[in-house]
């Protein structure tokens, strides 16, 4: 089976599509209203540790998952406990965003078309992309995320004859209470939702994890940063009772008589987000199963997956009423022990265990030394034991052999005398020698 792998460009790329998702679509924030933009500077930041304790547990375990992670922290038992939550953590979270693309389709598009026409098509190209591989769906992103920024920055760029920036103000006018909420709601939503890239990050090439998360997390939040500054601009402090904040504020922008109603564009980049986003969700969500099973293939129970999270995204919610009541109130304390809680004490599991498991190898290791060491003397001994005994026993081919070349301490005798007559020949000839000189001296007087 072709082994998966994606380079640091293609994880930056993934992650910036999973995380921007329905965000650019439903807006975020929460009830910050004209200091939504703070909000998700505020969220940006206290996503940092939670980011950072993703990419350690990704670079300790390069070419697994993260339920691969799951059972080897908390063992079969308890790992498949937690892996249970994550599957339907994974599972669910799909199906809201599926519902999310549904609800906006229905509502700005196609009013009179059942919701359950546009969920199914989306959802079979996303059992498609999961039975692809992640590779693909990295490449996909990293193709169309130059073109996402393209239409990004012309919005922009026609948007500026509408933009009110008197709208931002006043800054914390009801105190800084707003924004914490609203930066919680943002860290939950999206930023704390990229622990579901644990689940496909396994093909991740070594010591790109850190680059990836944080590197993606800054450039997703700047985006988010701008267009939601961008909205308050235009729409002032309602953008919080609206639906699709950023499908109304780009509604909004007509430059003369000749360009209107380009709100087709922020269509689709929120289609192609959606996609990616949902492909993701359903592609861990799969191996989970998989992984649970003991299954050697993931791509065995994509397709039944998948038609279960479109059933489901047609059930999840009545209207669109609570599904943004479900996405700014109920969802954080949902989402929190999946995306804080069990991933800190996963950390701190596999730290401590890696520490014990580093000082049984170092105690292991002298032990085999001294063992090795040990050997290696009993060897020596047994061996000089075997030649006093071979050179006691003097009899036949086996004592002749002693004799001629085996016995190391004659050898070592021999070498010894032959070195004590050399010193003593020299001796000789140094006194030779100076009797020559003494009697030359003689005569010379």
Known sequence: MHKEQITLKEGMCLFFLFTAGSTLIMGTGGDAKNDAWLAVLAGALMALPVVAVYARLVSLFPGRDLFDILLIAFGKVGGRVVMLIYIWYTFHLGSVVLRNYGEFINTVSLPETPIFVSLFFLGIVCILAARSGVEVIARFSVLLVPIIMLVIVVVLLLAIPTLHPENIKPILGKGLMPVLKGGFSTFTFPFAETVVLLGAFFSLKPKTSTKVYFWGLLCTSILITILTTRNIMILGSGISKLYFPSHVAVSRITVGDFIQRIELTVSVVFIVCVFVKASVCLLAASRGVARFFNLKDYRTVVIQIGL???????????????????????????????????????????????????????????????????????????????????????????????????????????????????????TDSQDESKRKNTKGKHQEE
């Open 308 to 426: 279960l999270m479109i059933y489901l995204s047609q059930f999840i919610y009545n209207d669109i009423m609570i599904m943004r009541i479900w996405a700014f109130k109920i969802y954080p304390y949902y989402a929190l022990p999946m995306q804080v809680f069990i991933p800190i004490a996963l950390w701190i599991t596999v730290e401590v265990k890696k520490k014990k498991l580093c000082a049984e190898g170092g105690s292991a290791a002298s032990g085999e030394r001294e063992s090795s060491d040990g050997s290696e003397q009993s060897e020596g001994s047994g061996g000089s034991e075997q030649s006093e005994s071979s050179g006691g026993s003097g009899q036949g081919k086996d004592s002749a052999k002693v004799v001629q070349g085996e016995n190391p301490d004659k050898k070592r005798q021999q070498g010894q005398d032959s070195q004590g007559y050399k010193n003593a020949d020299d």
